[in-house]
């Protein structure tokens, strides 16, 4: 990518290439886990995206609204989840668009994406219920920070020590807290910090088909499912938390 290109027109790309969740393994198995994860009825999803995630949540019963600043995602989620509820809007105008106090707030890899993140807290733990929950995902390992973070907006990566600090010093109590994806982590080390590049997944993408490319996402669909969602390695591109307002 470079340097002229937006962030936002990046995303839009990767989404594009990534539509179906059946080709896509990360979020698929993501998504499970997580949705898993949401105990309440009424969810505000901040950075919905193609709505991917608000619309399995649907699906299980929930309430959600989902907010996105990016026309080009949201013109993608109406036409990938047509269902979704979605209005325009920055992660940050999460008070002015959400006029009742709600259950739970997901943002899954959208934290990172907000320049002052203490403050971003703040604001969520202002609309949640009394017990409301925060969930979320975010990139982990400062050190792994590179150049795809660059290209997809990112302000930092995160460690288990940074997130605990932002939270409870903001009257959150951490419920669950692990990494995940610790067979990418290797991959991403030797791309970014060794070779420079950009992690690129192309088995991810719904264009690539063949024999061995369905052998190998039904590999990692396979690995994700049975190990990941099931095992935290103690290291992981991500860090999944499940954050409970004090």
């Given at each position: 990518?470079?340097?002229?290109?937006?962030?936002?027109?990046?995303?839009?790309?990767?989404?594009?290439?990534?539509?179906?969740?059946?080709?896509?393994?990360?979020n698929?198995?993501?998504?499970?886990?997580?949705?898993?994860?949401?105990?309440?009825?009424?969810?505000?999803?901040?950075?919905?995206?193609?709505?991917?995630?608000?619309?399995?949540?649907?699906?299980?019963?929930?309430?959600?609204?989902?907010i996105?600043?990016?026309?080009?995602?949201?013109?993608?989620?109406?036409?990938?989840?047509?269902?979704?509820?979605?209005?325009?809007?920055?992660?940050?105008?999460?008070?002015?668009?959400?006029?009742?106090?709600?259950?739970?707030?997901?943002?899954?890899?959208?934290?990172?994406?907000?320049?002052?993140?203490?403050?971003?807290?703040?604001?969520?733990?202002?609309?949640?219920?009394?017990?409301?929950?925060?969930?979320?995902?975010?990139?982990?390992?400062?050190?792994?920070?590179?150049?795809?973070?660059?290209?997809?907006?990112?302000?930092?990566?995160?460690?288990?020590?940074?997130?605990?600090?932002?939270?409870?010093?903001?009257?959150?109590?951490?419920k669950?807290?692990?990494?995940?994806?610790?067979?990418?982590?290797?991959?991403?080390?030797?791309?970014?910090?060794?070779?420079?590049?950009?992690?690129?997944?192309?088995?991810?993408?719904?264009?690539?088909?063949?024999?061995?490319?369905?052998f190998?996402?039904?590999?990692?669909?396979?690995?994700?499912?049975?190990?990941?969602?099931?095992?935290?390695?103690?290291?992981?591109?991500?860090i999944?938390?499940?954050?409970?307002?004090?």
């Open positions: 990518m470079t340097q002229e290109t937006n962030p936002d027109e990046y995303l839009v790309q990767h989404y594009l290439a990534i539509d179906e969740l059946k080709s896509d393994f990360r698929r198995n993501l998504f499970n886990l997580v949705a898993g994860l949401v105990t309440g009825n009424e969810v505000v999803d901040i950075g919905c995206g193609v709505g991917s995630f608000a619309n399995q949540l649907k699906e299980k019963g929930k309430n959600v609204l989902g996105e600043p990016s026309e080009g995602m949201r013109n993608l989620a109406a036409e990938i989840n047509p269902k979704v509820n979605i209005v325009s809007g920055m992660a940050e105008d999460v008070g002015k668009l959400v006029k009742n106090q709600v259950d739970t707030i997901t943002m899954l890899d959208v934290l990172e994406h907000v320049e002052n993140d203490t403050l971003q807290v703040k604001r969520i733990y202002s609309v949640l219920n009394e017990k409301g929950e925060f969930v979320f995902v975010v990139p982990a390992h400062p050190l792994l920070y590179g150049q795809r973070d660059k290209n997809m907006g990112h302000y930092r990566r995160y460690t288990k020590k940074m997130l605990k600090n932002i939270l409870i010093h903001n009257n959150f109590r951490i669950y807290m692990r990494h995940w994806n610790a067979l990418g982590f290797f991959p991403y080390f030797v791309s970014e910090k060794i070779f420079n590049k950009p992690l690129e997944s192309r088995l991810r993408k719904s264009d690539v088909d063949g024999a061995f490319s369905r190998a996402r039904n590999a990692f669909h396979l690995w994700f499912s049975r190990i990941e969602n099931n095992f935290d390695f103690g290291f992981g591109l991500s999944i938390c499940v954050a409970q307002k004090i």
